[in-house]
DNA sequence: CGGCGCATGATTGTCGACAATCAGCCATTG
DNA sequence: CAATGGCTGATTGTCGACAATCATGCGCCG
């Protein structure tokens, strides 16, 4: 069984405040949602728990990690931190080949609009996982998505209803900056792009609420293999 | 059960050298010797997995993770990035009560002599992760924890034999300057501290006891049939 | 004699059942 | 009437058994 299927479903629906910081994730109830058995599911949740994107606590359960304010600043820092320290090593070992990628997923991010918020989010995520990949690093690359999803976790919880956020130009004007082998220009354009999306949240308070996981994940396209599904309703 | 225990006896292994970087992880093996079965043991595995310290392959195992020389070199650059971060971050929100703790951390260092390596080991990394603690970033405490997990397993891999020993001085002299609020001497010391730890290590490429066979024809252009291929983490 | 394919043993992956634990509710009591 | 105690339903934690998969060694064939 794909068990990445699953993480990517909880991503998702996190992503798409299907969600919410808080919520719990029954076992029962997620296992009949990807239609598997929860031996799979604990062990997506535990995979989870150690990234921190959920929060497990012991006989209670897994629910959707919520970052305190602190927490979340932490993440934009530590973020500024490590992209800091990856455009300035990839410039180090720049090749003109090397680019090549990040302006695909410019083109790509183009190319996208602003049809599917996930897949857009997912776009942005990979811009930024692809300059720490250009370091050369993999250890930065490996904190740099566990950052992203943080970030989108954060982001799910913070941001401001109807301000679905998009930095229109930051992606180009930093890609464009590296391809010129303008290290002070990007890091500074790099540092911008995180201040501002961390500026268009609103870190002071949210509030949570419960829903049908079972539901959720159905609105997504996951269909149980009909194995005794969740008795909804009655 | 307490799984910590089984987690901390797999590290200390690797730490004694007892256990060595490749050798297999047995699932009844290590519930046998762990007096407990393999559904904890299974837990444990993939908590380290998560974390490259150990590699789990489907179907064939857990194994102790051999870090390549870059692997290895990534490791101790990212340490650099976040440390030098760190002490910046730390001495910009410094009072006095705070280094406390680091006084008492190098007191008990040099009150341990050099008596258990693995306990040595242990106080060495509280040390470091007590840095990032007092820069009051938590992404960058876990991240540090996780590095200095790892930096023991590059140690254990990479240490010439017969040469155990550590730089004598370099923790009290960083505490030091980091009392004294002096910044750019803290970093320049932790820097300097890092390269010398790397520096005693073989990480010219001598002896690479399995060179990886996969990795050298993925070198030559030539893929697996990627059933699942290089799956890490869990 | 060397290489290929298959049986075999051992290990990992999967699953359902049972036990332990916790939150919520109701009766009892001061 | 409020607070406490135990009961109950539901959820998580644990475990052993079975199925699937892989490495090994043997025999067979070229």
Redesign the pocket.
Do not use: S
């Given at each position: 069984?794909d068990?990445d299927l699953v993480v990517q479903g909880i991503l998702k629906a996190i992503s798409l405040k299907r969600l919410r910081p808080g919520m719990?994730?029954?076992?029962?109830?997620l296992a009949s949602a990807f239609g598997?058995?929860?031996?799979?599911i604990?062990?997506v949740l535990s995979h989870l728990g150690s990234r921190d994107l959920v929060t497990?606590?012991?006989?209670?359960?897994?629910f959707v990690s919520q970052c305190s304010v602190d927490e979340a600043r932490a993440i934009f820092e530590t973020r500024k931190i490590l992209e800091r320290a990856a455009i300035s090593a990839a410039l180090d070992r720049f090749t003109p080949e090397m680019g090549r990628n990040l302006s695909r997923l410019v083109a790509l991010e183009k190319a996208h609009g602003h049809n599917d918020r996930w897949d857009g989010l997912d776009l942005s995520a990979s811009f930024h996982v692809e300059i720490a990949r250009l370091s050369g690093n993999p250890v930065l690359v490996k904190f740099m998505e566990e950052l992203a999803l943080r970030t989108s976790l954060v982001i799910a919880q913070y941001e401001p209803p109807g301000a679905e956020d998009h930095c229109p130009d930051a992606h180009p004007d930093i890609a464009e900056r590296i391809l010129a082998r303008d290290k002070a220009g990007a890091v500074a354009a790099m540092e911008r792009h995180l201040t501002e999306m961390q500026a268009r949240l609103r870190l002071d308070g949210g509030e949570e609420s419960e829903a049908d996981i079972a539901a959720i994940f159905q609105d997504l396209g996951i269909v149980p293999k009909a194995?005794g599904g969740t008795r909804r309703g009655a």
């Open positions: 069984m068990q719990k994730l029954g076992e029962i109830e598997t058995n929860r031996t799979h604990r062990q497990l606590i012991p006989n209670r359960g897994a194995k």
